[in-house]
């Protein structure tokens, strides 16, 4: 059998972000700055650095904004170059440069149904999930790389993992599974969102995956699940073809949640080349009570 490779991914970008009302009201949370880059450009940047040549999102209503960020963009690349603002223009040309595609899902039915709209897109290939709020930070080994070179040995869906505390699990898709070695399982079950106290282990799929095609018959014939949604966990656990959990390495953020956007926003601005010293010199002198009275 010939083995075919990674080439595209897909980033659900549709949800309407509740969790981050109201600045999630008229703009993608995808969109929100992380320092001075959308979140979603961090995710496309990983994917590229990953070997990735072509991305499709997912969009919803009101998500245009996440078009024009990687559309050209003639009235902004005119005005630099009247300015002579090179570092600028090129900055700008290149993020029109990346090979994206736009598709909408209809209506929110979970990330499920999110990722059959990429059904026609993938077609017959083995292809990448990155979930829009879920940002890695790996300067030497991108997240999506490590999923992809364990595809490449174990021809089967990867899904990104790491271990959470126990009162978070009911916020994750769980893994149950057997070590096949240090930070690789192979999984025998899935469950989405368990009760605490439910839950199968403490090992959480946290926004990326690697999947096999046949994974888009398994969403059609998916029923909602947990939140009344088609869950991608549900189709998954469905599945007969071998699945493989990877304990990446990587510092994750949640940056649809509040706090860990702001730690994101915290820690990239400490790693920014232009203000990342004055930052930390601003937050180690920073006295927190005084601010808050
Ligand atoms: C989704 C998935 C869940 C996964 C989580 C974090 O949930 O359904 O399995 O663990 O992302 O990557 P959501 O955060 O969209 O509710």
Redesign the pocket.
Known sequence: MDKKRVRKAVIPAA?FGTRFLPVTKAQPKEMLPIVDTPAIQYIIQEALDSGIEEILIITGRNKRAIEDHFDTSVELEQLLQQQGKKKQLDMVRKLADVKIHFIRQKAPR??GDAVLCAKAFIGDEPFAVL?G??IVYNPENPCLKQLIECYDEYQGSVLGAQFVPDDKVS????VSGKKLSDNLYHVEGLV??PAVGMAPSNL?????YVLTPDVFEKLENTKPG??NEI???DALADMETDIYALAYEGIRY?T?DRLGFLKATVEYALRNELIGEEFGKYLAELDIESVKN
């Open positions: 949800g979970g990330l979930l709020d879920d916020s994750y898709g769980i989405e969102k959480a799929v946290l926004g990326r947990a939140g869950q991608l966990t949640d649809g």
